[in-house]
């Protein structure tokens, strides 16, 4: 490993052989979900704080585990499914866990729908997540002053087909870059336009709206935030010309993103949350179709490290 990085690059095998992002649900946690329940029936979702959770000492241990692996393992963490619970249970289960981890961001509200809305994103300036398209490998949040640190998701109903996770680790695709392609990764980290979707941020600032597809950040090493269509949409939509070089460089990043044996996919189930350091970590979905008696459903959070501007 070189020094500029915070941990190993992975690929799909490399993941799948760690096995430590893989956690099992302590069975503990139930009695400590459903006591909370029981003393409060209905929470304020925003409301909540680490001193409505911080008792749970179960779940407290497995959030421990789950930063960790975070902060200095993969930067991917799986959990699997309590098994046979309703959905006020996963609900706060979910909260509860994002309390833990950090300060929880609502910018979409807590606890956010990722669901179809029947909505169109190459046409209208909506998230991705508001429809059942397939999104292409990318991290959370269009706008230069809102980065969460940690983005989650719970399965609350898994699509009729589809719908897949996919996930990528930028610190490969950089170092490919940084080996093969130094000409593409000195484009991409210079600052690029990007539009603007992201609740609460200001969409008059679109030219203000620029940060780099790869960073360095004291402490952390490479960093990244990117998704190519907000970057091409932010060049359209202020009337700028992208700069030279842009196109074949996002082209070079993809290509080493989706490169043979890059991309660890697989199928959340009812219950099953995944976490991902939005920063290292990239992510997206296949394309789904429904159940319409029962559309997919998953619950999705931005978190903030304690004490992170």
Known sequence: MTDEYCREPWDAA???ARKSHQMAFPEGIASEIQEWIERQPD???DEVEQGDVVGMKELSQLARRVRTELTEGTGVARVQSPGDVDDLFLRRYYLAFGVLLGNPLGNYGRLYDVKDRGGDYTKTAIPISQTRAATGLHTDSSALDVLPDLVGLICIRPARSGGASRISCALRAHQRLAEENSESLSVLQQPHLRDIVTPGADRSQRL????????DQS??????RYMRFWIEKGYESAGVEPPDGLTTSLDALDGYLEEEGAVADFRLQRGEMLWVDNCTTLHDRTGYEDDPDAPRLLLRQWVKYVGSE
């Open 14 to 16: 490399a993941l799948t």
């Open 43 to 45: 929470v304020v979702d």
């Open 208 to 215: 203000r709206n620029q940060f780099p597809v790869f960073g």
């Open 219 to 224: 402490g952390r090493g490479v960093t990244c």
